[in-house]
C-alpha cells in the first residue's frame, strides 16, 4: 500500500506519470503544464461547487476520469496508426528498451568480443558478421514486437487500461539528484564488456598482450588477484543495474560508488605491496619472457619498462581513487545534509 499524499500531492504524481510515457520533446513541458491547468481548474470547479477542499479519494476520482497516464500521454504524443493510442506508448517503450537497451550492448560488448576471440586473427571479418547479425536481430525483433502489439490492439487486450487507480501511483521523484540514464547504461555496458573480456583473457592473453604475445607472457602474479578483480567487475555490473532498475533509489548511487571504491582501493594497495615484494631475476611482478624470446638482450629491456609503467599506472590509479574517495565522501555528506536539514539546526527552547 502506497504512503498517504496530499490531495495537490496526488496530481503532481499523475502528471510525473504522464511525463514517463511522453516522448521527449521540446513541447513536452508544454503539453504537462496545459494538463496540469486543466486538471487543476476541474479540481477548483469541483470544489467551488462542494464548498470545501476536495479530499484524496475526490481528487482520485477526478484523474481517473480523465484517463490512465499511459493513455493520456498517447492523446497527447504523436499518434500511431497501426498501434493505437492506448497501446502505442508502451510499444514505443518496449522497442526501445529490447531494440537499444538490450540487443546493441549484448551484440557490442559481449557477441561481437566472443566473435574476435574465436576469429583467428580476422578481426575485420569478425566485426563486420557482428554488425550483420545485429542489424538483422533489430529487424527480426522490431517486426516480432510490432506484429505482437498489432494483435493485442486488434484483440481489445488493453481493457485493463481502465482499471487503473490513482492512488497507487508512484511516489514523486526527489530532484535533488537524478543519476543520468544515459551514464547509467554506459556504466552497464563497460561492465558487462570488462566483465567478458575478463572471462576470456585466461584462455586468449593476446587480448592485453596484443602483439608482444610473440615475446612476453603474464607472471603469476595475476593469478592472485584474477578472482578479485573478477568480482569487482561484478560489483560494478551490479551497481548500474540497480541504479538503472531502481532510480528511485537516489541514495544508492552515491554510496554504492563509494563502496566500490574503497574495496578497488584496497585492491590496488594489495597489489602495490606484493609487487614490491617480488624478487626475482631482474624485478618482473607483471610480464616475463616468453619461453621464445628468453636469450634476447633486446626483450629483456622491452619487459623491464613494461614491469615499471605497470608499476606506475598502479600508483597513479591509487592516488586517483583516494581523491575520487575525497570528492565522493563530501557528496554523500552534503547529500545527507539535505536530506536531513533539521539535524543541522540546533534546537530552540521555548
Known amino acids: 500500500m502506497s504512503k498517504s499524499s496530499t490531495p495537490r500531492e496526488l496530481l503532481s504524481r499523475y502528471l510525473q506519470a504522464v511525463r514517463f510515457w511522453l516522448p521527449r520533446s521540446r513541447t513536452q513541458e508544454d503539453l504537462l503544464a496545459e494538463l496540469g491547468e486543466d486538471l487543476r481548474s476541474q479540481i477548483e470547479e469541483k470544489e467551488t461547487e462542494l464548498g470545501r477542499p476536495l479530499d484524496e479519494k475526490e481528487v482520485?476520482?477526478?484523474?481517473?476520469?480523465c484517463g490512465s497516464p499511459m493513455l493520456v500521454a498517447a492523446r497527447l504524443g504523436p499518434k500511431g496508426y497501426l498501434i493505437g493510442p492506448t497501446l502505442f506508448p508502451i510499444y514505443t517503450f518496449v522497442l526501445k528498451m529490447v531494440l537499444l537497451w538490450i540487443l546493441v550492448?549484448?551484440?557490442?560488448?559481449?557477441?561481437?568480443?566472443?566473435?574476435?576471440?574465436?576469429?583467428?586473427?580476422r578481426w575485420g571479418d569478425a566485426w563486420a558478421n557482428t554488425l550483420g547479425d545485429l542489424w538483422s536481430g533489430l529487424f527480426v525483433?522490431?517486426?516480432?514486437?510490432?506484429l505482437v502489439f498489432a494483435v493485442l490492439e486488434r484483440t481489445h487486450a488493453p481493457s485493463w487500461s481502465s482499471k487503473w487507480d490513482p492512488l497507487k501511483l508512484p511516489p514523486l521523484q526527489r530532484p535533488e539528484r537524478r543519476t543520468s540514464l544515459v551514464q547509467t547504461v554506459c556504466d552497464m555496458?563497460?561492465?558487462?564488456?570488462?566483465?567478458i573480456w575478463l572471462l576470456l583473457l585466461p584462455h586468449y592473453p593476446i587480448l592485453i598482450l596484443g602483439p608482444a604475445k610473440a615475446f612476453l607472457k603474464l607472471s603469476p602474479f595475476w593469478h592472485s588477484f584474477y578472482v578479485p578483480i573478477?568480482?569487482?567487475t561484478l560489483v560494478a555490473l551490479l551497481r548500474s543495474t540497480i541504479t538503472l532498475v531502481r532510480p528511485q533509489w537516489d541514495w544508492f548511487p552515491l554510496s554504492a560508488?563509494?563502496?566500490?571504491?574503497?574495496?578497488?582501493?584496497?585492491?590496488?594497495?594489495f597489489m602495490i605491496h606484493v609487487a614490491g615484494q617480488t624478487h626475482n631475476?631482474?624485478?618482473?611482478p607483471f610480464v616475463i619472457l616468453a619461453d621464445s624470446?628468453?636469450?634476447s638482450l633486446q626483450y629483456a629491456r622491452v619487459v623491464a619498462i613494461v614491469n615499471v609503467s605497470i608499476l606506475l599506472g598502479l600508483i597513479s590509479a591509487w592516488l586517483a581513487m583516494c581523491i575520487a574517495a575525497l570528492v565522493q565522501c563530501w557528496q554523500l555528506m552534503r547529500y545527507l545534509r539535505r536530506r536531513n536539514p533539521g539535524a543541522q539546526q540546533p534546537a530552540h527552547s521555548t
Open 189 to 195: 555496458a563497460f561492465s558487462y564488456f570488462g566483465l
Open 60 to 65: 482520485s476520482d477526478v484523474l481517473k476520469r
Open 293 to 295: 624470446a628468453r636469450n
Open 141 to 146: 525483433a522490431a517486426g516480432i514486437i510490432t
Open 257 to 269: 560508488q563509494l563502496v566500490q571504491t574503497a574495496f578497488t582501493l584496497i585492491l590496488l594497495n
Open 230 to 232: 573478477l568480482l569487482l
Open 281 to 284: 631475476a631482474g624485478w618482473h
Open 105 to 121: 550492448p549484448v551484440f557490442l560488448f559481449i557477441v561481437g568480443p566472443v566473435n574476435v576471440a574465436s576469429a583467428g586473427g
